[in-house]
């Protein structure tokens, strides 16, 4: 809003938002927009008539501004509005999917591994989840107590809200961490609730994919009660989402599944693992997956029941009443790598002399968790003075995740004393948050074409997280195996406290300009103080062309989580030990951010509106997981001559410490020390020895070391773009089109060395390369929504840029070159890759809803219903590893926002009353 805000400028906005059907309305960025019923709390009107739509069941924006009655289509900033009808237009399984297919800047997780997977998360502008704030009515709500060791994230989890709690989302894609403090530096989703209190509705969906899996079920139910003065609005959800399997047959299956080959192969090369397997594991054969033994990687089955309610009450005396409350329950399981009959070591009978498995076809053990979240805010509003306008408000939210290893066993217990439980308690995660807030405003008139709006506000906010230990049995030892449970050792209960101050002001020098200034300090108990500011413009040189610009700084300190998790991964073949940050160096500092934005709104005529928005945001001392490589499997391209020069995988080479490509010579003493020091391994310089350390045998072929640390710089650029075109009306009805886009690309400018590894760098030219490359370059949503009668149909193409990348699958190209093959190649600081790349990916989504009468809708759809998949990896590579029994478990590769399952096709049935 560069302009004044009258009741004819407000109206005329609103009318041209309402333009489209509620059912395609509002992806426009800070353009046409209605969210119905979120300021009235009686309005519960029908969308298809248009005298209902009034300029009281329209919201104005209440995110990236502290000026009430201020419209979408003036916002300074860039809000893009997303509506509950268009939330329901898909098959998304929860709220963070569902937005994340619609917002272009908002891209979610689908597969994790171990505990990631459990709380899949999704980031803005492709910076960290834990770098946007999540928000219920404008106040913030708590994170997750599940800080997962793939990227650290520990957010809000958003599948403990309903989805039909919902009347519509606020997207800033803006830096605003001087209005709502840390975590505000990629931006703020705000989520609003449903206020009606006249009238509710029943949803029931079900889903699932193509090629198998992900069958999802899901009942909600919606109602509100009350009257004038006061309401109570409350929803519930009920999910029990399947898995999904998607894997090749690991180069172990392969060996089994014909055995004469695989011996004739192994004789040939000296290739003991595969011998081994031969001669301890065909009971793998009777395995009831062979020879598609591992499932790792897959998404999880998840089991929700979840609640929550909004309630307001106006006050005779002025002052009103308000609150948000929510329970949720989450099981989730997902399988972890697949374990060989041998791997347990075998228990020697002292009697026979025989040698006992205790899983003689092998086993999956599953990684589970059982979690409980809930959250409660209560608040009182009103004047007082000449028009002094205060908000005062509490909100405590927990999250409490006990986490269980299942169809598993303990190595240790089963070699020495032949029994081990199969199922293990390891401990839980929890993470607090009590949040206390006063603010103020007021209008000033002080000569200027509208009156200043001063705002000021107090924080107080306590923060909690805690680790807890499991059961003896699940850390004895080599503990459970997948995931070993949590001694005293490594438990421990921390909190910190937070105090802020801000002071706001938005002023109107003329007609056509608009400033809005803030500054905020904030201190926290643990990492000191920052002051923080932003600085917001917009000028209308006419009534359909706008420039806005936004200068501003952010200060984000690490959640408690990054500071202090610490766990033990373990696949069949490597452990990877994370460390608490808090106990490396000095342990963790904040972040501090620099966010520069421009753009322009303009609507050339009638029903179409446009924005583009580009932005640069700089963190300097970023936080993120960083991991040394210590001992790695021996292959053809890594012997080392430090054993017999044989290529024998079941005995580790020293791996590449110092990033360079090319693994080392020896192993690096300072890795070999801190790793021997915490008590993983039993001898410096040769994880093998028999003698000493907690990692169980099996697991020291591939060792590693991970933490967080601030060592990185980086700087992310790129442009948001919005275009929405609401056509005229034909004689059979009506389409309108929609069009959002983002880009964005990010360049580490700063990788430095840790305290005490300095020798060692943290992040090499590979981890740089997938820092700026592992995400889709560019994301576009395009598509009409035509309106037939009772019928709507949505079809959106959504094209996922290419996306590159060094992770887990790549590998060296020597051997492949070296075989004569010619695979893509990636020179990356000096040293040649296997190029992995997910090309472009055009996905089509169609939605038809029919509504047969005004309380009933039925609707009918697909998620990429043309079935794509992402790439695999190059068919040369995949080939020669398959001939050479060391193909991975998973041909597609993985890290793709949409995942690797195929089409999702989905029925809904929504029933008024």
Sequence with gaps: MSKRITARRLSQSVAQALHATPAVALLALGLSAPAFAADNPAADTDPADPQAKTLDTVNVISTGTRKTNMAVTDSPAPIQLVSAEKLEQSGAQD?????????????????????????????????????????????????????????????????????????????????????????????????????????????????????????????????????????????????????????????????????AACQAYATANGRTALQNYINNDQGAIYNKNFPALNTWNNPPEVHRKIGMFSAGYNFDNGIEFYSVGSYGKKTAQSFENYRRPSQD????????????????????????????????????????????????????????????????????????????????????FYATQWDNNFNVTKDFDIGLSAPLTFNAGLEYRRDGYGIETGEAASYYGAGASSFPGYSASLAGDYARHSQAVFVDAVLNPTEHWLV?????????????????????????????????????????????????????????????????????????????????????????????????DAYQIKIKDRTYLGTFDYATQQSADTVTGRTTGTWNELLPDPADSDGDGIPDDSYNQILGEALAARGFIGQWDDPSAAAGGTLDPTARQNISMSF????????????????????????????????????????????????????????????????????????????????????????????????????????????????????????????????????????????????????????IGGDNVLNKYPDKIPSSVWTYDVANYQQGNNEYLTGSPIGYFGAYYYAKVKVKF
């Design 95 to 259: 709220v963070m999917n569902a937005l994340a297919k619609q917002v272009p800047s908002f891209n979610a997780s689908q597969t994790g591994g171990d505990m990631a997977s459990q709380t899949l998360t999704a980031a803005l502008r492709n910076l960290s989840p834990n770098h946007t704030l999540i928000l219920v009515n404008g106040k913030r709500r708590h994170v997750t107590a599940n800080a997962n060791a793939t990227n650290g994230a520990q957010t809000t989890d958003l599948s403990f809200i309903p989805e039909g709690a919902i009347d519509h989302v606020e997207v800033l894609t803006d830096g605003a961490a001087a209005l709502y403090g840390s975590d505000a530096i990629a931006g703020v989703v705000n989520i609003i609730l449903k206020k009606n209190y006249n009238g509710g509705e029943i949803d029931a969906s079900y889903g699932g994919y193509k090629d198998g899996g992900g069958r999802d079920p899901q009942f909600s139910a919606n109602y509100g009660f009350g009257n004038d003065k006061g309401y109570f609005n409350i929803s519930a959800e009920v999910e029990n989402r399947q898995s999904v399997y998607r894997f090749s047959n690991p180069s172990y299956g392969q060996c089994l599944a014909d055995i």
């Design 345 to 428: 070591g075998g228990y020697v009978d002292p009697n026979t002399g025989e040698t006992l498995h205790k899983y003689a076809y092998g086993f999956n053990p599953l990684e589970a968790s059982d979690e409980t979240d809930y959250d409660l805010t209560v608040g009182f509003k009103g004047e007082f003075g000449n028009g002094w306008m205060w908000d005062a408000s509490t909100e405590y939210g927990r999250s409490d995740m006990d986490v269980y290893t299942l169809d598993s066993m303990n190595f240790s217990l089963w070699n020495d004393f032949g029994t081990s439980p199969e199922n293990f308690y390891d401990g839980k």
């Design 516 to 612: 809005d200034a803030a500054v905020r300090y904030e201190k926290y108990s643990d990492f000191g103080s920052k002051t923080v500011g932003k600085l917001t413009t917009r000028y209308d040189f006419t009534d359909t062309f706008a420039i806005r610009a936004t200068a501003s700084t952010g200060f984000r300190a690490p959640t408690m989580g990054e500071n202090y998790y610490s766990a033990i991964a373990v696949s069949p073949t490597g452990a990877t030990p994370v460390i608490p940050a808090a106990s490396v160096g000095n342990g963790l500092k904040p972040e501090t951010s620099t966010n520069l934005s421009l753009g322009f709104v303009f609507n050339p005529f009638d029903n179409l509106n446009i924005t583009l």
């Design 708 to 859: 967080f640390s601030n060592v990185l710089d980086t700087k992310t650029t790129g442009v948001d773009f919005v275009a929405n075109y609401n056509m005229t009306q034909f004689d059979w009805g009506s389409i309108d089109w929609n069009l959002a886009a983002n880009w964005s690309k990010t360049e580490v400018t700063r990788a430095g060395r840790v305290p005490g590894f300095e020798s060692i760098p943290l992040f090499g030219a590979a981890d740089i390369f997938n820092i700026e490359h592992d995400y889709p370059k560019y994301r576009i949503n395009f598509g009409p929504t035509f309106n037939i009668g009772k019928f709507s149909i949505n079809l959106t193409e959504q094209i996922y840029g290419k996306q590159d990348m060094t992770g887990s699958q790549a590998v060296l190209a020597s051997q492949y070159v070296n075989a004569g093959l010619t695979p893509p190649i990636e020179t990356i600081g000096g040293t040649d890759y296997v190029k992995e790349e997910i090309g472009v990916m055009a996905l089509t989504n169609l939605d038809i809803t029919f509504k047969p009468t005004d309380k009933v809708t039925v609707s």
